[in-house]
């Protein structure tokens, strides 16, 4: 699968299409045959090419080359835990946007809840996404996204948003107090957080 198939924004040059064929070939053979463990301050070939992506795939496609290597591998929790908690900000995104398709349980939300005490609005949205739609608890999920309107992060990258804020009260009643304390303190009230709240009404109060 060459990286032009899934990437709909522009296309790798050649080198780029080769380094990451090689990088590609790497992680799924590492997939296949994972090698016995030797140090653990020594990392796969092919993860040492997933810190390395963003010098030879260019500034458009680190987040989607990343996060095919981490498919091709089959990275498992341990792994995606030692990517992220050892990673840049934009390998540590790579591994939030890789959650959904790697990890079907809840094993992997202490890297979703670590990425929500950021003011890092790029990490916040790659948190926010089908994984915490899925598995990040009620009271968690509400502040996530308080947290987006904090820090301006678009409630559009909330993933499942709709179905999660319907007819949730509590979520209702912090994001009222939230305006309060805006309107009090003479700032304005995020569009994003009316269109929130509008989800929130039961079908009776609309």
């Not at 993933?159 to 305006?179: I, K, N, W, Y």
Request: charged content about 25%.
């Amino acid at each position: 699968m060459t990286a032009t198939r899934e990437d709909p924004d522009d296309h790798l040059h050649d080198a780029a299409e080769a380094w990451l064929h090689d990088a590609l070939a790497e992680a799924a053979q590492a997939a296949a045959a994972p090698p016995e463990p030797t140090s653990p301050y020594v990392s796969a070939s092919w993860e040492l090419r997933f810190a390395a992506a963003g010098r030879h795939c260019g500034p458009r496609h680190p987040d989607f080359v990343r996060t095919l290597l981490l498919r091709s591998a089959r990275a498992d929790p341990d792994t995606l835990t030692r990517l992220y908690r050892h990673g840049t900000a934009a390998e540590r995104r790579a591994v939030l946007l890789a959650l959904p398709a790697l990890v079907p349980g809840p094993e992997a939300l202490p890297l979703v809840e670590d990425a929500l005490r950021t003011h890092d609005t790029r990490l916040l949205a790659a948190a926010v996404g089908p994984y915490a739609a899925t598995h990040l608890p009620p009271h968690a999920w509400r502040h996530a996204v308080l947290k987006c309107l904090f820090t301006g992060v678009p409630v559009d990258t909330v993933a499942d948003l709709p179905r999660r804020a319907r007819h949730d009260t509590e979520l209702a009643r912090m994001l009222r107090d939230h305006a309060d304390e805006r309107t009090a303190a003479g700032r304005p009230v995020p569009a994003d957080l009316h269109r929130v709240l509008a989800l929130t009404v039961p079908p009776e109060e609309s």
